[in-house]
């Protein structure tokens, strides 16, 4: 599983959407800090959950079209189970 590369596109994506993410949270720390309307605060909460979800979807694609893909045709049962291991951790 780990043999795999990803392409520089992919990795981009990703870490934009994380960069953004991050970003949000920096900005909640400071509206924290500055005694920000609680209602504000709860929606750029959720806004960074949702980043966080999409990154996730999409990491989570990726890793399917990819490397569980190879690791089905290679009949690699341990990268299969720890796939398995990382989803019930994400879950």
């Known amino acids: ?10 990795k981009k994506r990703i870490a934009n959407r994380l960069a953004r993410a991050a970003g ?13 309307d609680c209602a504000e605060i709860l929606i750029q909460l959720a806004a960074v959950r949702s980043a966080l979800t999409n990154a996730s ?21 341990k990268a299969l189970e720890e796939f398995r291991t990382a989803i019930d951790k994400f879950i």
């Open 1 to 10: 599983m780990n043999a795999h590369r990803h392409s520089p596109e992919h």
């Open 24 to 36: 949000h949270l920096e900005k909640i720390r400071q509206m924290v800090d500055e005694d920000a």
């Open 57 to 77: 979807k999409e990491i989570i694609n990726e890793h399917i079209d990819h490397c569980v893909y190879h690791a089905v045709q290679e009949g690699d049962q």
